[in-house]
């Protein structure tokens, strides 16, 4: 699957480049804080920045994670007993995570909206607080895609490491 493909390298570019960002920004926090004087004070913000892109790296992570088997489960109840056993309770699994996961996604939009509605922004970066809480709505939205593909047999999540995923038979 090309746009599978084109997602995947999208989200490790997107999560690579935060996490170098946040690296980067503390980098330069620590550096003028030694340097002291008023130049340090000019760079406050950071932390709250470091902060907000970490939400955003866990987040985006989400659906990357479950791709890659890196959730936590229960390995020996889900891949134990006959073939028949495994693939229902793995449609099972992939049904009830779609269904969180839409939800939690549903949940965050109101709260975006709520927020922003409410006018309320961050105290050193000035950004309207509801902009936070893109960061699950996004996460859980790719979570679902992950499980959506795995349920319909689009995506095999269950695979052995080393195989591409997008490109398994269920």
Do not use: C
């Not at 980098?27 to 760079?43: D, M, N, W, Y």
């Not at 791709?67 to 992939?94: F, M």
């Not at 979570?143 to 398994?168: I, K, Q």
């Amino acid at each position: 699957m090309k746009v599978l493909r084109l997602l995947r390298i999208a989200e490790r570019t997107v999560l690579v480049m935060l996490f170098l960002t946040m690296v980067a920004l503390f980098f330069t926090s620590v550096v003028t804080r030694e340097i002291g004087g008023s130049l340090a004070a000019r760079f406050v913000w950071v932390e709250e920045a470091v902060r907000l892109m970490n939400i955003f790296l866990v987040f985006l992570a989400l659906g990357l994670a479950l791709e890659r088997g890196k959730h936590v489960a229960i390995t020996n109840l889900r891949d134990g007993g006959p073939p028949w056993r495994r693939r229902a309770l793995r449609r099972v699994i992939d049904l009830a995570g779609l269904g969180f996961s839409l939800y939690i996604a549903w949940l965050g939009l109101e709260m975006v909206r709520f927020v922003l509605k409410m006018g309320q922004t961050s105290p050193t970066l000035g950004i309207p607080m509801g902009w936070i809480y893109v960061a699950p709505v996004a996460g859980f939205a790719l979570l679902a895609l992950r499980y959506g593909l795995s349920l319909f047999g689009m995506l095999d999540r269950f695979a052995p490491a080393g195989r591409d995923t997008a490109e398994a038979p269920r």
